[in-house]
């Protein structure tokens, strides 16, 4: 199959959100920017165009999808009833990168929530994926447009370099604003569940609903079964090493680290992520103290040292507060050694 990618602009957009939403009619699949990662996109309702979803990935057949919409009515259709703290979420932070799971509708096929009883949605902040879905008028399921284990993609490009060949189309709407998935709430059993921590923050959550219980990690069948996949992995060791909680300590810590692997600063084979402090290596991102910065690149910067070559990443670890925690957590997926 050939793969058509599309830069979409103010002059065009309505051509190729036409020619988008015929192919999800159609039940095809079509990789679309998001404000967190492109998703890749099928309609809701129909089975056959989900399983396509799930063999362009490679992924596993249990780990459920998030219904995309792009109008607050379609909520009613694919859920049995909205919770008093959802629509509390829902006020404030929709369209955005806040994904609410509810328990779901008999309207919505057992392909797209892993056979759970619940389904996850959000409406996403982007004016192409909401005109794709309202074009196309049905929900769209979209996971991120990555492969199956591969960090999520922030730029068409991405997309491409994994599922060229296995998809008929990509719109390209450049970087992704937020740069990692939205943040996943369970709503479906009368607590609130924080399944996947994202833009939207435990804190920010807790001071609207009351307490957002973490997952607890000793569950042998996951709740959320994204959880217990391999994720976010570059080609490339990453080598994670952990914030301390005193910021000059935890910068010491991290060049001490460093030091003490003994990596040379000039090597084409190692690549540096760091926050508190530039530390002068020849592949190095430095994210300036800026959590929203390093969210925003952390995907395209293990993206980017896989394309030149680099062998071992050496990433700075910051505190889980905040829009941290999701930096941590995606990190931590992605480690194969945390000092
Ligand atoms: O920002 C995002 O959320 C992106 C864009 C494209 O919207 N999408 C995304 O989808 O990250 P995906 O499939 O890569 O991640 C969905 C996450 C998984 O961790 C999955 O296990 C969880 O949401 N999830 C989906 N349905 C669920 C459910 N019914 N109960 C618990 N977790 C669920
Ligand atoms: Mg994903």
């Known amino acids: 199959m050939e793969t058509k990618l599309i830069k979409i602009n103010l002059t065009n957009k309505n051509k190729v959100l036409s020619i988008a939403s015929d192919l999800i009619k159609k039940g095809e699949v079509v990789a679309f920017p998001t404000e967190t990662v492109y998703g890749l996109g099928a309609n809701a309702l129909d089975e056959n165009a989900v399983k396509k979803i799930f063999i362009?990935?490679?992924?596993?057949?249990?780990?459920?999808?998030i219904v995309h919409?792009?109008?607050?009515?379609?909520l009613n259709e694919l859920v049995e009833f909205v919770p008093k703290e959802a629509e509390i979420l829902i006020?404030?932070?929709?369209?955005?990168?806040?994904?609410?799971?509810?328990?779901?509708?008999?309207?919505?096929?057992?392909?797209?929530?892993?056979?759970?009883?619940?389904v996850a949605i959000r409406m996403p902040n982007n004016t192409i994926a909401l005109g794709l879905i309202k074009k196309a008028g049905v929900p769209i399921a979209a996971p991120s447009a990555n492969s199956s284990t591969k960090p999520s993609p922030t730029l068409a490009n991405h997309v491409l370099n994994d599922l060229n060949g296995k998809i008929p189309l990509i719109i390209d709407g450049g970087k992704c604003k937020v740069g990692l998935e939205s943040t996943v709430l369970g709503l479906s059993n009368g607590k609130a569940v924080l399944y996947r921590p994202g833009k939207i923050?435990?804190?920010?959550?807790?001071?609207?609903?009351?307490?957002v219980e973490l997952p607890s990690?000793?569950?042998?069948?996951?709740?959320?079964?994204?959880?217990?996949?391999?994720?976010?992995?570059?080609?490339?060791?990453v080598i994670l090493i952990e914030a301390k909680i005193d910021a000059n300590e935890s910068k010491d810590n991290f060049l001490g680290n460093v030091k003490k692997i003994g990596l040379n600063e000039d090597s084409n084979l190692i690549g540096?992520?760091?926050?508190?402090?530039?530390?002068?290596?020849?592949?190095?991102?430095?994210f300036n103290n800026d959590v929203n910065l390093y969210a925003k690149n952390?995907?395209?910067?293990?993206?980017?040292?896989d394309k030149r070559g680099v062998e071992k990443i050496i990433v700075e670890g910051i505190l889980d507060e905040?829009?941290?925690l999701a930096v941590m957590n995606r990190l931590r997926k992605a480690a194969s050694k945390i000092i």
């Open 56 to 65: 362009a990935k490679g992924r596993p057949n249990d780990n459920p999808l």
């Open 91 to 118: 006020k404030k932070y929709w369209p955005g990168p806040l994904t609410i799971v509810m328990k779901k509708s008999k309207r919505v096929p057992s392909c797209i929530t892993g056979g759970l009883n619940t």
């Open 201 to 211: 923050t435990k804190e920010e959550l807790e001071k609207i609903i009351g307490e």
């Open 298 to 305: 952390l995907f395209f910067a293990l993206r980017e040292f």
């Open 217 to 237: 990690g000793q569950i042998k069948v996951p709740s959320s079964p994204g959880m217990k996949y391999k994720h976010y992995s570059p080609k490339a060791e």
């Open 69 to 74: 919409i792009s109008d607050i009515k379609q």
């Open 272 to 286: 540096v992520i760091s926050f508190t402090k530039k530390i002068g290596f020849k592949n190095e991102f430095f």
């Open 322 to 324: 905040g829009f941290g």
